[in-house]
């Protein structure tokens, strides 16, 4: 099952990394990694270009705001289940996304 997970952030060079990795440290190998920033003027699109094809798709343009970012990165995702992790939001364990998917194939699990 692959999953979505978008962040959206803009100016957030101090905390992006962090929540970056706790996406890539998933043991669930199906994330596509959706990173939408507003026009970071911080170095944050230069921190996250390090992170390479590790990201699927990164945007980095201005928005409306949160929720104009937050759809930017809906309209891109492609996974069967779709998340948001923020800028300064960590996935607190490596089994997170795995134990999210193993729900959602419960057949009496919709949301």
Same mark, same amino acid.
């Given at each position: 099952m692959k999953v979505t997970l978008i962040t959206v952030c803009? +100016? *957030? @060079? !101090?905390v992006i990394a962090g929540s970056i990795d706790s996406v890539l440290f998933q043991d669930h190998s199906d994330i596509e990694v959706i990173v939408i920033d507003g026009a970071s003027s911080d170095g944050t699109v230069d921190l996250l270009k390090a992170y390479g094809d590790k990201i699927t798709t990164l945007v980095s343009e201005p928005d409306k705001g949160i929720y104009d970012a937050m759809n930017k990165g809906l309209a891109r995702a492609t996974g069967d289940v779709i998340g948001f992790v923020n800028a300064g939001d960590l996935l607190m364990t490596p089994k997170t996304i795995g $134990? *999210? *998917? $193993? @729900?959602?194939e +419960? !057949?009496?699990i919709d949301a």
């Open positions: 803009r +100016n *957030v @060079a !101090p $134990q *999210v *998917v $193993q @729900a959602f +419960n !057949p009496g």
